[in-house]
């Protein structure tokens, strides 16, 4: 192996960890808000990357339907809940804002999807709708559920979020079919960096990346909500204590992972064909990056995705057939010295 092919195995491994970097970053908001541990993560990142390719083909996203239906539901399950704490009355107020979200909102972007010349938008318009169709899907599958069972055991709802995931993947087949799509790439520039040629599209990736991780941790840092979000996440019981609800809390993690989901398949698609399925082994590399960094650390978390990314791309230049093996096996010994360092504690009701 000469240095021109290390360079371009780094560059693959960076781009791909970048990507990882922000999927284990959602993987791990989630977890330590909400102690859920996000499976289907992986379908925002293929959703993202289907809807973004049917728009640039001129069709019309069909997941617009499923978001039409998710929010159907949220809105019969406000609908009930807002019936039974006024005791037995319905009152106009909160149905008509329940109303404006989750019936609205969705029918209006189904029927603008209908209208607007969807392949001969700009690139960033159409990443922008692609963002706004997936989005929504965070909070109402949150909503539905994981709402009801926040206090319920880390088992339960591990086990909830393998039903969902199976439960949107056969959704995924429905609507996108089983063949394979593969969007434009952002730039076509190419570079030559000390005689390893450098895309511009890995690049673009990459510095996405960076600008959205900088963008995640102003937001924990500056604003009111991404300090209850982190108040949350390190205490629950003290959090509702001080009036921070975890149920808003929660919503806003998820449609947090639903937009770092969506805008990872918008960033991979140009590099790689996704399908329906494909999300789940690309979250699972996610996943496997924020188990390093312990489901607690952000910057371990962003480290250790980046090493599964430059694991990955150097495996599959010396033993191909292997490398999701190799990926995957990293996390056994980290699981391992883990278990052997950690103290155990219970589950927190």
Do not use: C
């Amino acid at each position: 192996m000469d240095w021109q092919i290390m360079g371009i195995l780094a560059q693959d491994g960076v781009t791909s960890g970048a990507v990882y970097a922000l999927l284990a970053l959602a993987l791990v908001l989630v977890f330590s808000v909400t102690r859920v541990i996000l499976i289907p993560q992986g379908e925002f990142v293929s959703f993202g990357a289907l809807t973004l390719a049917s728009i640039q083909n001129g069709v019309a996203p069909a997941l617009t339907w499923l978001v039409l239906v998710l929010g159907a539901l949220v809105f019969v399950m406000e609908a009930v809940a807002s019936w039974r704490s006024a005791g037995g009355r319905l009152e106009a107020r909160p149905l008509l804002g329940a109303a404006g979200r989750y019936l609205l909102f969705p029918l209006a972007l189904h029927l603008v999807v209908r209208v607007l010349p969807l392949a001969t938008m700009p690139m960033a318009l159409q990443a922008l709708l692609t963002m706004l169709i997936v989005i929504p899907m965070g909070p109402l599958l949150y909503r539905v559920a994981y709402q009801r069972l926040s206090e319920a055991t880390t088992l339960v709802l591990l086990i909830v979020s393998v039903a969902v995931h199976l439960l949107l993947t056969g959704v995924g087949l429905l609507v996108f079919g089983a063949e394979g799509s593969r969007t434009k790439p952002f730039s076509d520039a190419a570079f030559d960096l000390g005689g390893v040629p450098l895309t511009g599209q890995a690049l673009s990736v990459v510095v996405i990346s960076l600008l959205l991780i900088v963008a995640l941790y102003l937001y924990f840092d500056r604003t009111l909500s991404g300090k209850a979000l982190r108040a949350t996440a390190v205490n629950r019981l003290g959090a509702r204590l001080v009036g921070i609800g975890t149920n808003q809390a929660g919503k806003l993690a998820f449609t947090l992972a639903a937009a770092i989901g969506a805008l990872s398949g918008i960033l991979i698609g140009p590099a790689t064909t996704i399908f329906y399925d494909s999300g789940f082994l690309i979250g699972l590399k996610g996943f496997v990056g924020a188990i390093v960094g312990g489901l607690v650390s952000y910057p371990a978390a962003a480290a250790g995705a980046l090493l599964v990314g430059l694991l990955e791309s150097y495996s599959s230049f010396w033993a191909s057939a292997f490398k999701e093996v190799i990926v995957f096996t990293l996390i056994i010994p980290v699981l391992l010295w883990r278990s052997l360092t950690s103290k155990h504690a219970d589950d927190e009701h």
